[in-house]
């Protein structure tokens, strides 16, 4: 199992990113999905989450109307996209799935995942 989180940068206040998550070595349309981001000097939270069948999402409060999560099971992927960033999204953002398939905790946390693909540093300037 293996997950790559791709698309952060540098990027101004007011502006967009996507990210991207691509999977490889199991089928990414049988897991749910999470993103989460760690903040300098913050313990990792949870940003958004969606089901495998993609039938319930969760948007963290602090983004909910700038980002959505959304997946590609053709192409093995998910994304966030990001708009309206603010200095406050800075972070190190990553995607995780559940250590099973058809499973998912009810809570977008760290406890319900089990798999973690490495960072992608976004930065957003004021």
């Known amino acids: 199992v293996q997950l790559q989180a791709s698309g952060g940068g540098l990027v101004q206040a007011g502006g967009s990113l996507r990210l991207s998550c691509a999977a490889s070595?199991?089928?990414?349309?049988?897991?749910?999905i999470g993103w989460f981001r760690q903040a300098p000097g913050k313990v990792r939270e949870g940003v958004s989450c969606m089901t495998w069948s993609g039938g319930s999402t969760y948007l963290a409060d602090s983004v909910k109307g700038r980002f959505t999560i959304s997946r590609d099971n053709a192409k093995n992927t998910v994304y966030l996209q990001m708009h309206s960033l603010k200095p406050e999204d800075t972070a190190v953002y990553y995607c995780a799935v559940p250590n099973s398939h058809h499973w998912y905790s009810g809570s977008c946390v760290e406890s319900g995942m089990g798999y973690w693909g490495k960072g992608t540093l976004v930065t957003v300037s004021s």
């Open positions: 070595g199991f089928t990414l349309a049988a897991y749910a």
